[in-house]
């Protein structure tokens, strides 16, 4: 297996980055489909990381993501658990006004249809004019009808799948908040090394941290 180094400004606005592939595709990528005013900078600012301080931080950050990942996977797991029947139960609920609307419109289409074909036949009444004559009641009335059963419908069984999945929702979001908050401190840790690192290897960089084209 091949093994990739870390290097700076791989992406303009990737401070530092293990590389995913031979950095040589990505140098012939720059030069053969990026504008030609940021190829030079492009390629000037990628180069290899040398501090050991530095990838030892960036895996610390792999690696806090990767502990991120694990640490919500159960929660979101059990909400996915909880979603699927409630979900099930959403569908079922909204199957009828679904139903009673399509039909609608079908109506509605046949209406215009037929206005449309009636137009043609008769060149002094304007198509548009007929149109609006025989689909009116079907729009005003069926449609009408149809939309406030299907949203009040909608909105019922909705009501019901938020209820269904709030508890496990809950935990989702609470195991969320907890391993955020340990991922941030280490990305805030490491990233202190690596912008430290950075303005020792990469003397004259524009790079405010968020990317090299710092400059209009």
Not at 19 to 45: C, F, H, M, Q, W
């Amino acid at each position: 297996m091949a093994e990739y180094y870390y290097y700076w400004h791989i992406h303009h606005d990737v401070l530092c980055e293990r590389a995913t592939e031979p950095i040589a595709n990505r140098i012939e990528y720059i030069k053969s489909d990026k504008p030609s005013n940021e190829v030079g900078i492009r390629l000037r600012l990628l180069k290899e990381v040398k501090s050991a301080k530095v990838i030892a931080a960036a895996d610390v950050i792999a690696l806090a993501r990767e502990t991120f990942d694990e640490a919500i996977a159960p929660a979101k797991e059990v909400y996915q658990e909880a979603k699927a029947p409630a979900r099930k139960v959403y569908e079922e609920a909204t199957a009828p006004a679904r139903k009673v609307f399509n039909k609608a419109m079908a109506l509605a289409k046949k209406a215009y249809d037929e206005a449309m074909a009636l137009a043609k036949k008769e060149a002094t009444i304007p198509a548009q004019k007929v149109y609006e004559e025989a689909t009116k009641k079907v729009f005003e009335k069926e449609i009408a009808l149809a939309r406030k059963v299907f949203d009040e419908e909608v909105a019922l069984a909705w009501k019901v799948f938020n209820e269904e999945v709030a508890p496990a929702r809950k935990v989702v979001e609470e195991a969320i908040a907890l391993a955020k908050e340990v991922l941030n401190e280490a990305i805030a840790l490491s990233r202190k090394v690596i912008e430290e690192e950075h303005k020792k290897e990469c003397v004259d960089c524009p790079c405010d941290g968020n990317s090299i084209f710092t400059k209009k």
